[in-house]
């Protein structure tokens, strides 16, 4: 994806239409960061995924988030995306018949949204007080909610709308997947629940070192074949809940999975989402549908944070700050993928 700078200064402006009361910030110009030593994460094969929901309704279970109730009759949780009371939810694409399981015509596929962990996070650089923070070991992104001032800057940088403020609360917080970060041993869920729970291994968690191999390893298995593919984590030894590399299996070595699911090999596209967009994200995702028809946006390489940071770095930069330059590329970056979006738009619903 490229941003044409017209595109980029007409959504700066209106980035900073909301942001302009903050306080000038000076850093230096940076590239990319990297990816922590020991980053834990997700991933997520949209082809394994059967849309039972069990990872959305254990990430409230293990949150303690409440109910969402979207239909008349008040009786199921309903979440529609996610929000203050869901941190996790499963979308469905939908096209034509929508018949065939992982086609992109006539077909129908899944998509699971909740926080990316990126490796250089826009909505840790918008932070004006740090209560967005990135591990500098597992890289977990994480929030503070007694540093957290309210300013919502979070929420307008992050370019994939995962932050969510809870308007209806008296001292509302913001509510992120924070990968489950607050398990302790005995708990219910040793790690992240929506992995824990996934009958299939759509969702699997692990160092994301693994999940990269992982990922590389069903890319290349014959469409059509019969494969055994991971549930639950990889890459750990049993009862490590935190990233520990003297642990680590290899994720080639399938003698190593703890547990598995054996099943045909898709035709995968040949790519995995997050291993290169934004300077990388600690959630991958595989599908066998475009990631745009699925909601993923495209985006460049270069993190918008170093992008921000580097024009804040600018002299002119002392009057603008991250997150009016964040909300600029947002918005830009938004209306980049719009064609395909508004194409993809009708057939894409929640389930
Ligand atoms: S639990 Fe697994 S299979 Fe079920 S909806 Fe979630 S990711 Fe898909
Ligand atoms: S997906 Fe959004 S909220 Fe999550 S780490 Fe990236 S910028 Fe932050
Ligand atoms: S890691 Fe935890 S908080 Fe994040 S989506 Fe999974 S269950 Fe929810």
């Not at 299996?249 to 290169?276: E, M, N, T």
Request: hydrophobic share 35%.
């Amino acid at each position: 994806m490229s941003l044409d700078r017209r595109q980029f200064l007409k959504g700066m402006l209106a980035g900073s239409a909301s942001a302009v009361a903050c306080t000038p910030t000076r850093v230096e110009a940076r590239g990319n960061l990297t990816m922590p030593p020991k980053a834990m994460g997700l991933l997520f094969d949209s082809t394994l995924c059967i849309g039972c929901k069990a990872c959305v309704a254990a990430c409230k279970e293990a949150n303690g988030l409440p109910p969402e109730f979207t239909k008349p009759d008040d009786v199921w949780d309903t979440p529609l995306d996610i929000s203050g009371k869901t941190k996790n939810i499963i979308k469905v694409y939908r096209h034509g018949s929508g018949l065939t399981k992982d086609a992109e015509v006539d077909g129908y596929a899944f998509m699971k949204h909740s926080c990316l962990h990126c490796v250089d996070p826009s909505c840790v650089s918008a932070c004006p007080v740090s209560a967005m923070r990135k591990d500098p070991v597992d890289g977990i992104v994480s929030y503070d909610e007694k540093a957290c001032i309210g300013c919502r800057y979070c929420v307008v940088a992050c370019p994939f709308s995962v932050p969510k403020f809870e308007y209806d609360k008296a001292l509302p917080k913001i509510v992120k997947c924070e990968l489950c970060r607050h398990l302790k041993p005995g708990d219910a869920f040793q790690y992240p629940a929506c992995a824990q729970v996934c009958p299939t291994g759509a969702t699997l968690y692990g160092p994301v070192a693994d999940l990269k191999a992982e990922a590389q390893r069903r890319l290349a298995l014959k469409p059509g074949s019969e494969a055994e593919f991971p549930r639950g984590r990889i890459g750990m030894a049993p009862g490590d809940k935190t990233a520990d590399a003297t642990t680590w299996a290899s994720p080639s070595q399938k003698a190593s999975f703890a547990d598995s699911h054996v099943a045909r090999v898709p035709h995968y596209l040949q790519r995995i989402y997050g291993d290169k967009e934004l300077g990388g994200t600690q959630v991958l995702k595989l599908s066998a549908v475009p990631m745009a028809k699925l909601g993923m946006p495209e985006l460049p390489e270069r993190s918008f944070a170093s992008v921000s940071e580097t024009m804040q770095h600018s002299l002119y930069g002392y009057l603008i700050t991250p997150a009016i330059v964040l909300g600029g590329l947002i918005i830009a970056a938004r209306r980049n993928v719009r064609p395909e979006e508004d194409e993809a738009g009708q057939a894409q619903e929640n389930e």
